[in-house]
């Protein structure tokens, strides 16, 4: 991979180890995606430079929370194997962040609403697949869960039996979600 010169705005800091040259790049961009359950995301550099990997292990070592979309990062990089990589974060500037709620939404499907809350317990829910089925109960049909209606409201993951709260509408294949929530607590109550 070439490694491209840094722009005035940013700093090349060059490091000795035993037989090995490291360059150490600081860099600044915004957060372009953070999967928090994944537990990392990539910063798109200021410079031009390719993406730089940003793991959640870095931000919580360096005292930074989980970055929304957004965010914007100014942080130390390293060039490894596979492209550059976070190695120190040194400031977080969260004023440019997209909230989850305003960010679009990549599903082929969008459903509104057309039920109250309801209490549903997820039946399944895959990741890496991104979708999963809850239910209200026996002899209900199944709500499909699109990951993306999660991510509006930064919920990372669901377990099954767990129990949430879904607003749901009729998709082209039968109900999905449009709307969860993991608590009412302090919100509108649930219908069933």
């Given at each position: 991979?070439a490694?491209?010169?840094?722009f005035?705005?940013?700093?090349e800091?060059?490091?000795q ?7 150490i790049?600081?860099i ?5 995606w ?11 550099p200021?410079n031009?430079?390719?993406d730089?990997?940003?793991h959640?292990?870095?931000?919580k070592?360096?005292?930074f929370?989980a970055?929304l979309?957004?965010t914007?990062?100014?942080c130390?990089a390293?060039?490894?194997?596979k ?13 440019t962040?997209?909230?989850p709620?305003?960010r ?7 459903v509104?609403?057309?039920s109250?809350?309801?209490r549903?317990?997820v ?10 089925f809850?239910s ?5 049909p199944?709500i ?5 209606t999660l991510?509006k ?8 039996d767990?129990?949430?709260y879904v607003?749901?509408?009729a998709g082209?294949?039968?109900q999905?979600?449009a ?14």
């Amino acid at each position: 991979m070439a490694v491209s010169e840094p722009f005035e705005a940013d700093r090349e800091l060059e490091h000795q180890a035993p037989d090995i040259n490291v360059r150490i790049f600081q860099i600044s961009g915004f957060v372009k995606w953070f999967d928090v359950g994944r537990g990392y995301g990539f910063i798109i550099p200021d410079n031009g430079m390719p993406d730089v990997l940003l793991h959640l292990s870095c931000l919580k070592r360096d005292g930074f929370d989980a970055p929304l979309e957004g965010t914007r990062v100014f942080c130390e990089a390293v060039e490894r194997q596979k492209g550059y990589q976070a190695l120190r974060v040194l400031n977080v500037d969260t004023s440019t962040a997209i909230h989850p709620v305003e960010r679009p939404s990549r599903t082929h499907v969008n459903v509104s609403a057309s039920s109250g809350w309801v209490r549903a317990r997820v039946k399944w829910f895959n990741r890496a697949r991104g979708f999963g089925f809850v239910s209200e109960g026996d002899g209900s049909p199944d709500i499909f869960i699109h990951m993306e209606t999660l991510r509006k409201t930064a919920i990372a993951e669901l377990h099954p039996d767990q129990w949430i709260y879904v607003r749901f509408g009729a998709g082209p294949k039968g109900q999905m979600a449009a709307e969860v929530r993991l608590t009412l607590d302090n919100g509108p109550r649930h219908t069933n």
